[in-house]
Structure formats: structure tokens, C-alpha cells
């Protein structure tokens, strides 16, 4: 494939996902800072679309659903690459390894986890981070497993599109490693920058980590198993926390 036509397809696709993302988050924080102070403003990731519970489930299932369509646009493309394998194990998005990539998984959620936390804490304190509000208030039984389902399409779509694709492509297109993960990790904090500016700075970290992890084994699945524990923890972590201690 041609240059030229690797890079509109890659233009293509993250115009479709989280390029796409990265652009209304840019807007988003321009907004918030119009408004006021940004400490002041506060970020809602997973509303309540609809006060009707079956219309509210439906809409989040079809958002969780077609916001993985780019995810399979990415491993078709992929696939059409000749003389290379199947865009699963090219990504090291497979089932061959469970258990190191779960242990792997795990290990990078920790190392990734605390220092995001002090990241948020501070950020808050500087007011440069929005008010993270993580789940609805008052949420009810069914709200959980949607929140899990969430968290699952986050990093499947961020870790496979972000990372595994886009350094695979800018590989072909003979970027260097520190250039694709500057790229990677930049593309991520950018789209985080609706939470303010201290949680698109440590989303841009996190991208460093995880790319040049990619670029060291090869393998994505660790790091969607990472970032689905990260999500898990703070979305249902914060939903039980807040309904125990009254803090909505």
C-alpha cells in the first residue's frame, strides 16, 4: 500500500473514532474554560441517557456497540495487508497467552492506577482537572454489569485503535518508535482534555507507558486487560463508594 494511502487511511479511521474524540474534547475544554474556572466545572463520563430504564439500557448498548464498529473497521483493514497474519495475532490481541497476559494485565493496572490517582488528586487541587463524576446518581442493579460493558469498550477501542493500529501503520510508514509513541500518547491525552488539563496529562504518561510496552512485546491484549481493570475499578468502584457514603 502506498504511502499516500496509508495515511488517509489512517486519517479515515480516527476520524471515525477517537481522532473524532480528540477534537470535541478540545471544544469540550474550551467551553469549560469560557464558563470559568476550570476546577470548578465538572466532566460526567457515563449519563443517564433516557429516565426510561429499557430505553436507557438500549441506548447504552448500542453506544457500547457501535463505538466498537472502528475496532473492526481497524482489524479489517489490517487483514487486507498481504504476506502478514491475521490482524489478531499481528496486534497480540489473541487468546494464546491468558495467564501472563492477565498477570501482565494486572501489573500495568497497578503501576498505571496509583500514580493516576495522585495524578487527579493534584489536579484538583491546582484546578486544572474538572469534577470527575464517574456514574449516575442513584444508580440501579442493571447499572453495574452496563458499567463493566463500558469499561471493556473503552479499552478495547483505545488500546486497539490507538495503539495497535496506529503504530502499526506509522511503522509502515517508517516513523520512529520514540515518534509513534510521542504520537500515540499525545493522541490519547488529547482526548482525555475534556476532564481538564491535569487528566490529559496523565493519559498522555499512561500512552507513553503502554506504547512503548506494545513496541517492547508485541502484544495488546495486556494492555486492554489493564485499562478494562482501571475503568472497572474506578466506574463501579466509584457507583458503590458513592451510594454507600451518600456522596450524591
Do not use: C
Not at 112 to 118: A, K, M, Q, T
Not at 148 to 160: F, S
Not at 213 to 239: C, Q, S
Amino acid at each position: 500500500m502506498s504511502p499516500r494511502r496509508l495515511r488517509a487511511e489512517i486519517w479515515i479511521v480516527l476520524g471515525l473514532s477517537l481522532g473524532q474524540s480528540a477534537v470535541y474534547a478540545v471544544v469540550s475544554l474550551l467551553a469549560k474554560l469560557a464558563r470559568g474556572p476550570l476546577g470548578e466545572s465538572t466532566a460526567t463520563l457515563n449519563p443517564r441517557r433516557s429516565e426510561m430504564p429499557w430505553h436507557d439500557i438500549t441506548l447504552q448498548l448500542l453506544s457500547i456497540g457501535f463505538a466498537l464498529v472502528p475496532v473492526a473497521l481497524a482489524l479489517f483493514l489490517l487483514a487486507a495487508d498481504p504476506g502478514h497474519p491475521s490482524p489478531w495475532r499481528r496486534l497480540g490481541f489473541d487468546g494464546s497467552r491468558p495467564i501472563r497476559d492477565m498477570a501482565w494485565g494486572a501489573a500495568l493496572a497497578a503501576v498505571i492506577g496509583l500514580p493516576g490517582l495522585g495524578v487527579y488528586a493534584v489536579g484538583r487541587e491546582l484546578g486544572i482537572t474538572a469534577d470527575i463524576v464517574l456514574s449516575p446518581a442513584g444508580a440501579p442493579w442493571w447499572t453495574y454489569p452496563l458499567l463493566i460493558l463500558a469499561a471493556a469498550q473503552n479499552a478495547v477501542l483505545e488500546e486497539v485503535v490507538v495503539v495497535g493500529y496506529l503504530m502499526t501503520r506509522l511503522g509502515q510508514l517508517g516513523w520512529s518508535v520514540p515518534a509513534m509513541i510521542a504520537v500515540s500518547a499525545l493522541l490519547r491525552g488529547t482526548y482525555h482534555l475534556y476532564q481538564g488539563f491535569g487528566q490529559g496529562l496523565g493519559n498522555a504518561i499512561m500512552g507513553v507507558v503502554f506504547g512503548y510496552w506494545y513496541h517492547r512485546t508485541g502484544r495488546v491484549m495486556p494492555l486492554v486487560i489493564a485499562h478494562t481493570i482501571l475503568d472497572i475499578v474506578a466506574f463501579v468502584g466509584y457507583a458503590l463508594l458513592a451510594e454507600t457514603l451518600g456522596l450524591r
